[in-house]
């Protein structure tokens, strides 16, 4: 990703470092902040690949259009249940919790091998 999207990528940091122990507090900051241990169910690699679902008034053809946009995970979202992504076509944000997620697939990620690329996506 380009340094343009460094602040995001800090921001995960930051969302991730907050849920795991620290060594001087005993707990998790978030334990600590929230009183309960946090959910770590929700991590995702940063930056991935994932198909997101799209919803029946964002598709170009409601019954036979394509149900899901290959996009760019980019962000954790605190105030909804779901990611934030960013869609290749339209440069534009979406946020979903409906995810096929392509966690070994990087958009600028050039493939060591031919022997080794089995599909298509991390050669984007």
Known sequence: MSIS?????????????NR???????????????GHKPNLANLRVWGCLA???LQKDQRE????????RLCIFIAYRDDYKGWE?????????????????QENAFRHKPCPS???????ICCI
């Open 114 to 120: 031919s022997i080794l690329c089995t599909s298509s």
């Open 85 to 101: 992504f960013l869609d290749h076509e339209t440069g534009s944000r979406v946020v979903s919790r409906d995810v096929l997620w």
């Open 51 to 53: 198909y997101v679902h």
């Open 20 to 34: 795991f122990p620290h060594h001087a507090l005993g707990c998790t900051p978030f334990e600590l902040w929230y």
């Open 5 to 17: 999207w460094w602040a995001e990528a800090a921001h995960a940091s930051n969302y991730i470092y």
């Open 61 to 68: 053809e409601p019954k036979h259009g394509a149900h899901t």
